[in-house]
C-alpha cells in the first residue's frame, strides 16, 4: 500500500509521509498484522494508501486505531489497473486534518497510467489546502516502461493545480519504482518540483532500491532536515525476518516530511539510522510483559509483543495472563514452541518461547516451590548445540529476594533435572544488579553499561543469573535492551507503550552453544552469477560469494514460477545446504545435463527444470533477493536482457563484474541495452561455470580519466557518431560523464548543452552516440541515440566528467570557430564530413588540447582521418597502450608553488602519466594524470628528469603496452636554474613512439629555453624574498 503520511499532530507542525503496504486486503492480514501496521500509520496525521485491495481492510484498521484513542476517517478509491487491480485510500486524524469538497477526491482521468493517481485535498490545521496525489507507478518489464508514466507527472500536478484554482499546494507521492535521479523526471523538475528522499537512502525492506518519494513545489512549507524513512524491518523486527516482514507488513518502508502549518509547534523528533545490535550466538533473554493497569491486550496488541519476542532464540517471559498466552499460541506471526504455568490465584502465567530450529526442550518442565515469588518458579531443561542447561523462570514483583533464596532455587533445579548448569530468569520487584556472589552472577551489573530495564525509570529489575565459568557468555557488547517504547512507538507520545506492552524492557545476551556454524542470522549477499539455459535438460545456475565472510546456505533456496502462473509466495522451491566460502562459486546443474556441465556441478538436482518463460528467484529467509524473469508475468519466448529478446531462452547468461550484489528489480537487472544491462548474453552452449570474479575497485560515484573519443563521425545529412573507449582496466559508469557541443565558437564551460551518458562501459569496450536519423549501419553499433547529437565540422564536441567537471577529451578548439572545420593530420576541414578515428597508440584525452591532438600530419596526429560516411571502424576500438600511455612528445613536468604554479616543459605542457603505473620521474607523483612535484618550489626539493630515447636494457620501456629501442639520447637534469646534459643511453617511457633525431633536437632546445626559464624564475624568487 503507498500511503501519504502526515505525522502526529503537534502544535502547528504536522508530519506527511508515504507508504506502499503490499497487497493489504481483509484476507490478506490478522488482526495481530493489521496491529503491526497500524502502530506505524499512527506515526502520521494523514495517510495515502496504496495496493488496497478491498474497503473492509481499512475499516479494520480504522478501528484497532480508535480501540487505541485515535480517530481517524478514511475515503477508498474505485478500482484501478488493467492487469493488477488496485484501490488507493487516504486516512487522517480527525484533530488535525479535514478532507475537502472541493474538489471532492478524484482518480485521475488522463490516460497512459496502468494505475491512474488518486487525489484528495485536505485542510490541515493553521494552513492553506493540500492537495495530495499518489501513485503506484507500474514496475513493468523494463525501466522505459516506467519512464512513459513518469513523464506523464506533470499533467498530474498541472490537473490538481487547476482543480484547486492555484491556492494551496499539491504534493506527489508515492512508490514510483524509480530513483529519484533517474532521467525520466525531467518533466516534473521543469514544473519546478524536487524529491525529498535522495540517494544512498532506500526506502525498500533489506535496504535494495529507492523507489518511494515526495516532490513538492517551490513554496511549499517544508521543515527543513524533516525527511525521514523509518526503517521499521530494523527497528520492529530482527534481521533475520525479511520474509516474515515482508509479508506481514509491507516490502516497503514509509517515508515522511514535516510540515509548517500556521505559526508555532514543535515536531517530535524521528529515529536516527539503526544504530546495530551484535549479532554471533543464541540470542537468550528475560522480560516482564504485563501490561500497566492490568490492561487485557487485543489480538493487535499482541501481535506487537509477538515481534518482540521474535529478537529471541530464547526467552523466559513473566506476567502473560493465561488468555494472552492462549491467544500468541495462534498468531501465525510466530515460529516458537510454548511452555508456560499459571498461577490460580494471581492469574500471573511463566512462560519459554524459544525457536526450535534451534533450541529443544529434553525433559518435562516442573516447578520449584518457593514462598519468596508470586509463582513458583517454572523450570525445563533445553539443549542447543553443543550445550545443555537448565532455565527458571522467576517472578516476585514484591518483597526482598536475596541472593540465597536464588541458590536455593538454582540447586532444586539442578537436583531435578540432572543437570549442573542452571539459568535463572527474571523480574523482582528492586533492583537486582547488587544480588551476587560467588556462586551466582548477573548479566546486568554495574559494569554492564546498562542503567534501566523499566521505562521511565532508572532501575534494573529484569536479570539473567549464572554460575560464574558454568557457561560461556559473549559479555562483551552483546548485553542489550530492545527500547520498543522509542523503536516501535510514535514519537508523539499519543500511544503507551507500557499499556500496549509493557513498563519492562526485555534484556538478552548472546550464548556460545558450542556450534561454530551457528550465526543466528542470515547473510544475504549472494547473487546469481551465471544462467544457462540450454537444449533438452541443459540447466545450470551459477551463485556467488562476493563477501569476505563464508556464508551458511541454509537460509538460501531457489525458486521457480511457471510461466507466470503464480507468484514467488506460492512459487515451486528446494532449500540449499552447506556454506559458500568468500568469493567461490555454487553451483546448481539439472542430473541430466551434458557431461560439460555436470563437472562443474556442487549440486545435481532434478528440481531445477525450467524453460526460457519460467521466473526463477534466488531466495534468502523467505524473501526473493535476485532473480532472472518476473513472476504472474506470463512470456511466450523469454525475456530480453540487454536489448536482445528472448534472451533468457537458449542462451547462456554471465553477470557482469561490476554487480556486487543481489538486485530485485529485474527490469533494472536485464536492462535496455548491453550498456545498462547487468548481463552479458551468450550463445546457447557458452559455459563459465565455477568461475566468477567482482571487480572491487569499481566505484559507481567516482569518474576516472580513462574515457577517450575513439571515433568521431560527422558525415553526410544526420550521420554524427561519438565513439567513447574505456582504456581502463575498471568498468565506467557513464552517469559521471556528458558529451557537451559548443555550437559556433565559444568555450565548453560556458557555451556548450550536455549530453547526458548512461549505463557501465567496460574495461576495452567501445560506445557509440548516434543521431537517431543516421544511417542502419551507425544504428547498428549505438548505445544511444539522441536527437540533441547536432553538430558540424566547426562545432566542438566535448567529452568531461559531469555538468562542471573537467574536459577529458575534445574535438575542436575554443574561441572562434572555423568557417568550415579544423585541420587533421595535415588534411585542411577535416573535422566537417570526415570520419577521424583514433590511433591505437594514444592512451590518454587530449584534456582540450586539440591543436597537438590534431598534429600537423599523419605522423605527429592522434588521428586518422578517413572519408565520409566510412564507418567500417564505429563499433569497435583497439589499443596497445594500456591503461595510459606515456606520449614523450607531450612530456612535461608541473612544479606546485606555495603562492604560485610554475610549468616547466619543453612545449609549457604537463606531463601525462598513469595512475595505476605512476611513470613519473623522481620527486614527483600521478595526480589526475598528471606528474606533479611532491614538494613546494624552493631550493632544490624536486629533482626533475626528462629523457629522450630508450635504454637498451627496456627497464625504462613503455609500461602501457609500448615497445623498448635503444638509442642515443639526451638526459637534462633540472633543478633551480642547473642543467646538466650528457649523450648516454637511457632508459625512458616511450609508450612505443620512438623519437627521431629532430625530436631529439626539438628537446634539446626546448631543454635550453627551461633552464632559462627557470633561472629566471629563480632570481626572481630570490628577489621576492628580499
Known sequence: IQLLLCGASLGARLR??????????????????????????????????????????????????????????????????????????????????????????????????????????????????????TIHVIFGENLDVRRVELALLDDVYRDAVSRTLDAGHVLICGDFNMDPEDVGWAQLRAEGLLPTVLPPTKTTVGSVSLYDNFWYPNGFPLLSDSSHVYDFDDYMWPVDSLGVVRRVQSDHRPISIGMQAGSGGSLAPELAAFPGSTSGGLAVATWFARASDSHQRTEAELGLLGMVLAHYDFVAVQGLSATELDNLVDLTTLDFELEFVKDQNTDSSLAFFYRPTVVQRTAPAFTVSSASFDVNPFCAPFTSGDYSWTACNLLATSGSVTVSVLETVRDQAASSSSLSTVLLFGHLGSSTVSLSNGALTPIVDTMSGIS??????????????????????????????????????????????????????????????GDVDFVGKPDCRLFFSEYIEGSSFDKAIEIYNPTDVTIDLSFYAISRVVNGQTSWEDASSFELQGRLEPQQTYVIVNNRANAGILAAADLETGSLIFDGNDAVGLVCDGAVIDSIGIDSEPMDDGWSVAGQSGATRDHTLIRRNYVNGPDDDWARVAGSNRYDSQWSVLPAGTLGLGSHSVDTTYNPDAAGYSLIISEYVEGSSNNKAIELYNLGSSPGNLENYNLRLVLGGGTVADDSTAIQLSGILDPRDVYVVAHPSANSAILAVA???????????????????????????????????????????????????????????????????????????????????????????????????????????????????????????????????????????????????????????????CDIRFTTGSGSDGSGGSSGGGSSSSSGGTTGVITTGVATSSGSGVSSTTGGIPMDDADGADAASSLLCSVLLSCCLALALALHSL
Not at 27 to 51: H, K, M, N, P
Not at 869 to 892: M, P, T, Y
Request: glycine share 10%; charged share 20%.
Open 783 to 941: 548505445g544511444l541515440t539522441t536527437g540533441s547529437l547536432r553538430y558540424n565540422g566547426n562545432d566542438i564536441v566535448a567529452l568531461t566528467v559531469g555538468l562542471d567537471g573537467d574536459v577529458l577529451d575534445q574535438i575542436g578548439s575554443e574561441g572562434v570557430a572555423p568557417a568550415v572545420g579544423w585541420s587533421v593530420a595535415g588534411v585542411p576541414e577535416a573535422t566537417f564530413g570526415h570520419t577521424l578515428v583514433r590511433k591505437e597508440t594514444v592512451g590518454f584525452g587530449n584534456t582540450g588540447d586539440f591543436v597537438t591532438s590534431a598534429g600537423t600530419d599523419a605522423e605527429d596526429s592522434e588521428w586518422i582521418v578517413l572519408e565520409e560516411d566510412v564507418v567500417e571502424n564505429l563499433g569497435q576500438h583497439s589499443s596497445i597502450a594500456g591503461s595510459c600511455l606515456l606520449n614523450l612528445k607531450r612530456r612535461s613536468f608541473t612544479k606546485q608553488d606555495p603562492v604560485r604554479t610554475v610549468s616547466i616543459s619543453p612545449r609549457g605542457e604537463a606531463q601525462y602519466c598513469c595512475a595505476d603505473q605512476d611513470g613519473c620521474p623522481d620527486s614527483s607523483t600521478c595526480l589526475n594524470n598528471k606528474c606533479v612535484c611532491n614538494t613546494g618550489f624552493s631550493g632544490l626539493d
Open 452 to 513: 534501566t530495564t523499566t521505562i521511565s525509570q532508572s532501575v534494573v529489575k529484569d536479570n539473567i543469573w549464572y554460575d560464574d565459568g558454568s557457561v560461556t557468555f559473549v559479555l562483551a557488547g552483546s548485553i542489550e535492551v530492545l527500547p520498543f517504547d522509542e523503536w516501535m512507538f510514535p514519537p508523539s507520545g499519543d500511544l503507551s507503550p507500557t499499556k500496549m506492552l509493557s513498563t519492562q524492557l526485555p534484556v538478552r545476551v548472546l550464548m556460545d552453544n
Open 16 to 133: 506527511l509521509g508515504s507508504w506502499n503496504i503490499r497487497n493489504v486486503s481483509t484476507g490478506s492480514r490478522t488482526d495481530a498484522e493489521l496491529g503491526t501496521i497500524a502502530v506505524i500509520i499512527a506515526r502520521y496525521d494523514l495517510v495515502a494508501l496504496q495496493e488496497v485491495l478491498d474497503e473492509e481492510v481499512i475499516s479494520r484498521l480504522q478501528a484497532i486505531l480508535a480501540d487505541w484513542g485515535l480517530d481517524y476517517e478514511y475515503v477508498v478509491s474505485a478500482e484501478v489497473g488493467t492487469n493488477k487491480k488496485e484501490r488507493m485510500a487516504f486516512m487522517w486524524r480527525t484533530d488535525s486534518v479535514d478532507l475537502s469538497s472541493s474538489p471532492a477526491p478524484y482518480v485521475y482521468a488522463g490516460n497512459g497510467f496502468e494505475r491512474p493517481p488518486y487525489c484528495g485535498t485536505f485542510e490541515l490545521a493553521g494552513s492553506e489546502q493540500t492537495t495530495l496525489c
